[in-house]
């Protein structure tokens, strides 16, 4: 009795909740005492299934005494049918469940069927084990869906699922192979999910959570394309996934998605992710001219906004107001680097262009923690300023120009015997920025050939950081 938190039956190992006004649960009344008990319980309350024992017999009644709505359909008031073991298939099809719903802790043996039911307020299978195929289809929940916990034993297929709030499938484990078409108007959290046969999502929600997912199989997150007809929004909402921290993103591909306030740190195989679909997209540098447009992950915009350079801090933002630890440079560029890959093996080479850059940029931030002048971090904010760390050929032509039109006037200044104008030095400058091989021909002075001789270097070596650019952003 303790154990159950309720006055259970008489019969000897049975935990079913005792019929009001008995001592034994509605599956261990005689059948006369049921039928009138059945008939009285049904009219204002379904509590007395909490670990009842349900077979085929019992199941039948209570869907033959259930009342009827005036549109004809069986309504069933504040279900609780808490650790109940429903031996025999379970079709509840058009039911309407008004108040409370509670199936937490139940067992279904065989199969069950929710197809178009409607759900007054949450929907609760919390630890619910589905042992048999279970369909959801059509069904409508104007509060929560809670199916934390739960397990499936066999495949699921369930089509337009509308949900009014949030969907919990936190710690839901499914051996064999998920597919829902989900409406939930709020959050849908996966948070230790375990879809070991695969799933397949299409999702309408404002914000998904896929901390501690795994995934056995090949899996599908995407936008799902429909609402019934009542209910569907004035204007497109594309789903928000905001954290895979300590999830295992092999085998997963993300379509359609916005990605802009996503925390990835601490996920694992993020460079297997695969991301797909014209509307995913992340975050962007500030719209100033400080900075280059690329992609900048929401940890980025965290980073600099709370521990970057000082005088920058304004220009960027927490995402959404996030709270929490800021991850270090370090860790950034380790995610740019694997998201990097992630493109890269999807043979998407311009793609992963601006994942390079936040690499670099991570990498050029850790340098300078270890001390102003530190070699690494010269080295990579020249490569930085001359080409955009090779993705910016604009950079490195428009370098190239200013050192050959400063190079033209120092030779006709210093560089040349007098009697030589700018269109001599101009030349000059031209061919010792264009010639590693030959120097150019003409009488110098001894600055002269310190000009020519660091021109012959300097101007390959930016010609071919802007080739590398120009090919960075064709390549397939």
Known sequence: MATAGWETCDEDECIGVRARGTSACIAHLEPPVR?????????????????VTVDSNLLVWLLTFAPTSDDGRPVLTNVVATLARFQADVDFSSFRFQGTASFSGATFESACRFVGAEFH??????????????????????????????????????????????????????????????????????????????????????????????????????????WPSKLKPAHRQIPQLISTRDADLDNLTVADLDLSACRFNGAHNLDKLRIEGKWSSFARTPATFRWAKRIA???????????????????????????????????????????????EDAKDEPGAIDFYYGEMEMRRASARTRGFFNVEHLILSLYWLTSGYGTRAWRAFTGLLSIILV??????????PPGNGWPTGLRVALESATSLLRAPAGTFTAAGEWFVLVLRYLGPVLLALGALALRSRVKR
């Open 121 to 226: 307020r949450s929907a609760t299978f919390r630890g619910a084990r589905f042992l048999g195929h279970v369909d959801f289809s059509d069904t409508v929940i104007h509060a929560d869906l809670n199916l934390a916990e739960a397990e499936f034993a066999k495949s699921l297929s369930w089509k337009a699922v509308y949900v009014g709030t949030s969907t919990n499938l936190t710690g839901v484990t499914a051996h064999e192979r998920a597919q829902a078409d989900i409406i939930s108007r709020d959050k849908m959290v996966l948070h230790r999910s375990n879809w070991l046969g695969g799933v397949r999502l299409n999702v309408q929600c404002r914000q998904i959570s896929l901390d501690g997912a795994a995934f056995g199989k090949p899996s599908l997150i995407t936008e799902g394309d429909w």
């Open 407 to 416: 190079a033209s006037v120092l030779f006709t200044i210093w560089g040349m």
């Open 297 to 343: 992950i929401a940890e980025e915009h965290l980073w600099r906004a709370e521990l970057g350079p000082w005088r920058n801090r304004k220009s960027w933002s927490r995402p959404d107001g996030e709270s929490g630890e800021v991850p270090k440079p370090q860790q950034l560029a380790q995610i740019y680097r694997r998201l990097r890959k992630s493109r």
């Open 35 to 51: 039928d009138d008990v059945l008939r009285m319980l049904l009219d204002s309350s379904c509590d007395f299934l909490r670990g």
